[in-house]
């Protein structure tokens, strides 16, 4: 039984609570082919965590139960489980959107090739990483080459029809700061991405994505490390808008960690905060649960989701 963590943590942001369920948000485990600097989940390619297959089943099972109109998988490299394949395409099976948070580099990995036909053809919506569309800021965040990768990755996925405004193969990607810093204005930074990969690669996509950098492991220790913990949290906090509360993510998903685990958030996933309210945690357990109007555990890290414009898994909320 995993140990829970006290989820009554004290804090002042504003209290909230679930609206309809809608996205099952999964993390597929932690293993990834790179260990970027503001990765909240501490990824890796040494790390060995993996959901096994009777939690998928569960998971397929749930979605059915809830009709859960979207499966959000995440990791790591998500594409490095070893049921990546058939875990979706039995998803895709129920008639469930199917969304893959992607590290495009991992395309470009040996034995990986088959990750672009495969997404096509199961019409899966890919969102990629891409912090920035210059070379140098790229691979200072996430590692040497990473930049020339992902350009040759998302061309790829491009010759595949992604991204182009005539296909239904949608093609988002994400940007993250590199600095402790609030993302810039997200239609605006879209429209320099767009111009500038069009211009220098030939590569369109469908939007951009603006994240806050949340503080939580990987990025944290960073934080720590450069003694900024203090002014970032100050920076989240004095920007917090409290119209974005409405449209926060949590509102309308669950996270389950890679053992089958429940939790409001992928942050809150980070934390060990489970559900609030007690209870069952575990994804089995929870089949048949009423999830609307259910409260929702907070903490101060949900500040990163209301400053400025709002950050959530589909980037601005404003």
Not at 180 to 196: H, I
Not at 246 to 264: E, F, H, K, P, T
Request: net charge negative; aromatic share 8%; with cysteine.
């Amino acid at each position: 039984m995993r140990p829970m963590a006290n989820n009554e943590i004290t804090t002042d942001f504003p209290r909230i609570r679930r609206a309809h369920l809608h996205t099952l948000q999964m993390n597929l485990g932690y293993l990834c082919n790179l260990a970027c600097t503001h990765c909240h989940v501490e990824a890796g390619p040494k790390r060995t965590e993996l959901m096994d297959r009777a939690t998928m089943d569960t998971a397929l099972e749930f979605i059915a139960a809830q009709n859960i109109q979207t499966l959000d998988v995440t990791g790591g490299s998500p594409e490095m489980h070893p049921r990546f394949r058939a875990f979706m395409a039995e998803a895709k099976a129920l008639g469930v959107h199917l969304m893959d948070r992607c590290n495009p580099t991992i395309i470009e990995e040996p034995g990986y090739e088959w990750v672009p036909a495969f997404l096509a053809d199961h019409e899966v919506e890919v969102i990629a990483s891409l912090p920035c569309y210059t070379a140098d800021n790229v691979d200072a965040q996430r590692g040497k080459g990473v930049f020339d990768d992902s350009i040759a990755a998302l061309q790829k996925l491009n010759a595949l029809g992604y991204g182009h405004p005539d296909s239904d193969l949608t093609l988002n990607l994400v940007y993250n700061p590199g600095s402790p810093s609030l993302p810039p204005p997200q239609a605006t930074l879209e429209q320099d991405y767009k111009r500038f990969l069009a211009d220098q690669f030939g590569i369109v996509f469908d939007h951009l994505f603006t994240l806050a950098n949340m503080p939580i492991k990987r990025y944290a220790h960073m934080l720590l490390r450069e003694k900024r913990m203090g002014e970032y949290m100050h920076l989240l906090r004095t920007a917090h808008r409290p119209e974005n509360v409405a449209n926060v993510m949590c509102r309308g998903l669950i996270s389950v960690d890679w053992q089958g685990y429940v939790y409001d958030c992928d942050f809150n996933q980070m934390l060990d905060m489970p559900l609030a309210g007690g209870g069952a945690t575990h994804l089995r357990d929870l089949i048949d649960s009423d999830f609307s109007q259910r409260a929702i555990a907070v903490g101060d890290h949900c500040y990163g989701c209301t400053a400025g414009q709002g950050s959530s898994c589909g980037g601005a909320l404003n």
